[in-house]
């Protein structure tokens, strides 16, 4: 099939590659010049695993390319809407102005002869999107079918996710004949796909807007429910490390999402449920989400936490003290910063005068662009030299498999926050460290309770 993707960000990029991999002839439309050039010549702009390797071999098949010239999607049979939808300065809302960019630079080009083409979405949209953009569309006179087709990937697993996806879900419209054209479009695109039976659900457009913000309101749920546990278990002498090990048996509550820790961050979770929550309000629905702000909040206290464990570790005050933060993404194999708990971390205990020093496997270059006031370093040697508290707030591998006995050699006074509770306090107790965790407080016992 004759592809566009519109939007060549981590989602739109890596969806184009998979795209092409699967046989289609993909054009990625992209308004970054600079994007662009680097996607054509195989460099991804992005850090993200098998992404360079499926890149070039694309590129190399003569099956993919990238453009900023609108006009060359014009004849696509297909076209994905993967530019992103932020959060808008100051509110809760998504930032809706790339999708209706992109869905004006198509009505802009599209044919009015070839017959119909389909629009496929995979941005995350407040549900309603995908109608608005149907009657934009027939408004304009071109025959477009809209569908909404969601994108579940994560960053550091995305080409894994796309060509391997759990399920897949299109958004239909109403209109039976239209509702065929863009079922049977997609099925021819992911046919390879369809064919390993993945699950393919067929809604209509707004449950599949849905599904996607419920699936990561669910996700955010799971994971502030086990930092509430967390600060249950600093109150009170007990492990949520193994606390959540144990509910985690019981399937219906299920072992994944539970890692306690600095909380969630990244480019969707927390835009996506404050997006969520603003969509409800709209709707007069607002009670429905009340509880997301509550999520929102127990992830926002986890990133003081861990800037107030530091500063009782100092003493109260971080002037004068030598501080390594150890991880700046938002999560380990990424380079992504937006909205990252570690990087939050690190600027807050800057700005309270500690002289702080942080490092990032992935993540250095971007970090020196986007916070020139911080100390930047390559490595944790040069990170932890003479430091007085060292926070790992990203669990990339190589900081799990630290060495505690050959760090103690390097820092002036030997405290750690495992700020993702990835270390074996056991371990770090043991080389000399004094080792804290996010509610693994197991040396203080509950206030017995009154019999
Ligand atoms: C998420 C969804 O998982 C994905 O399905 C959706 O398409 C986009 O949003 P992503 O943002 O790549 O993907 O990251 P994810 O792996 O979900 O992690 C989100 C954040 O939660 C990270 O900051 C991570 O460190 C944190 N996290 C995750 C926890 O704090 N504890 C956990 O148990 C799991």
Known sequence: MRISVIGCGYLGAVHAAC???????VIGLDVDQAKVTSLNAGVPPFYEPDFPELLT???AAGRLRFTTDASCIADAQVHFIAV???QLAGRNAADLSYVRSAVNTLIEVVGTSAGPAVIAGKSTVPVGTAERIQQICDESGKDLVVVWNPEFLREGFAV??????DRIVYGLPDDPERAEIGRRCLDECYQELLGDRTPRLLTNHATAELVKVAANSFLATKISFINAMAELCDATGGDVTQLAEAIG????IGRKFLRAGVGFGGGCLPKDIRAFMARAGELGVDQALTFLREVDAI???QRDKAVEMASKLLGGRFVGHKVAVLGAAFKPNSDDLRDSPALQVAQQIWSRGADLVITDPAAADALRHKRPNLQVVD?????????????????WQEYRELDPVELRNLVRTPNIIDGRNVLE???WIEAGWNYRGMGRHANRTATPVSL
């Open 379 to 395: 490595t944790v040697a040069e990170a932890v030299q003479d430091v007085d508290v060292v926070l790992l707030l990203t669990e």
């Open 249 to 252: 048996y019981d399937d219906r």
């Open 299 to 301: 992830n926002l206290r």
């Open 19 to 25: 795209m092409a991999r699967l046989g289609h002839d």
């Open 84 to 86: 992103g939808t932020p």
């Open 57 to 59: 071999s694309q590129l």
């Open 160 to 165: 894994q996710d796309t060509l391997a996806p």
């Open 425 to 427: 306090p056991a371990r």
